[in-house]
């Protein structure tokens, strides 16, 4: 799915569980589409998603409030929430925030299953 050359996202079935790759800004206008592709992955895969951000270069404040609400969703149904390998930038605005201690991240592309 392509939002006007700001955000690319693939949903990438597997065993047990879905992960989302972004590609691109997550921002005040690319947010709802990670929001609802998050939700979607969720009721279809048990609660049980990955968000790689390796491929995302900025992501301000509503991009950090979906991946909280969508930790929580998660939570809610039974899930888990795992980011993989976030970039420097979005690393940063998780640690300075305080919410890094929140999400389980994996640093590499091969993540481990939950």
Not at 37 to 66: P, Q
Not at 89 to 103: A, C, K, N, Q
Request: proline share 6%.
């Amino acid at each position: 799915m392509q939002r006007e050359d700001q955000l690319s996202i693939q949903v990438l079935p597997d065993t047990g569980c879905v992960t989302l790759r972004l590609t691109g800004e997550i921002d005040l206008y690319t947010a709802p589409f990670v929001r609802e592709a998050a939700l979607r992955a969720i009721r279809h895969h048990d609660g049980r998603l990955h968000i790689d951000l390796s491929g995302v270069t900025f992501m301000d404040s509503t991009g950090l409030e979906v991946l909280l609400a969508t930790r929580r969703r998660a939570e809610l149904s039974g899930g888990t929430l795992r980011l993989i390998d976030p970039t420097q930038s979005v690393l940063r605005v998780l640690e300075v925030t305080g919410v890094d201690r929140l999400f389980h991240i994996t640093p590499g592309p091969d993540p481990v299953p939950l």
